[in-house]
């Protein structure tokens, strides 16, 4: 039993696979905040109050440590996000749910639910959080490669636009091979416990730039696409750019 309906969640990231790191494509991931961004064009373009939205949503402890257990515990619950035609995802969604409520009731007739509450939250809370942040620093660091459809490149993409986060050996055992998530886009077929072996047996895959955990925590902070520099920037490097753009603009009036 698991917080999230497998067959909905297999659909999203199939789509999820057909768009990543295309700047022409990212309608097609949906309500994504993690593997997905705004320019800093079209973020200077957003009105001032749809500004704060973007950046209360995006900010580290909204998106990393209040959403996640959101997520998994109430927005998993609805069929959010799913077309009208997506019926065999959207019954898995109705029979988890069902699942849930005949799993946690039983225990709590049994158990008492102050007792599986305590057990449960404590750790659904937790693992939500470092496996979302997980997630998302797949695809958001500083120098992840983002394209416009017609220069998009399928390995350029995978190599450069997904991270190599390079974990010491007992975290990468823990976390299931996780941080070889730039093999993963090139054959997702590969299964986890082979990610690390065909990492190292090929030349081009291990020219892929490491991330490092600091790297990685520091990542949290990059938000937009910079054309210009060809990298992500935060909302902060926007702003401070933004602010000698107004100059140039009012010039003309």
Partial sequence: MTLTPYAFWRRQHARHHGSWNNLDRRAASGLDIYSSCLTVAEYRDLSRWRRAVVRIVNHPIVANVLLPPFVFVVLYRVPFDAAKNWRRERYTVYLTDIAL?????????????????????????????????????????????????????????????????????????????????????????????????CHKATVEFRAAPPLTLWGALRGLRYTLWDGDQRRLVSFRAAAAADGSAPRRQFSRD
């Fill in 101 to 197: 409520v005949a799993l946690v009731g039983s225990l709590g007739l049994g158990l008492g639910y102050g007792r599986v509450a305590a057990v449960q939250l404590s750790v659904m809370v937790w693992a939500s959080i470092v496996g979302v942040w997980l997630f998302s620093i797949q695809h958001r660091f500083e120098h992840a490669y983002w394209a416009p459809e017609g220069s998009w490149n399928f390995a350029a993409a995978s190599l450069c636009g997904s991270s190599y986060l390079r974990l010491p050996r007992i975290l990468q055992w823990f976390t299931g091979n996780i941080g070889f998530h730039h093999i993963h886009h090139i054959n997702p077929r590969i299964p986890n416990y082979r990610l690390a072996e």
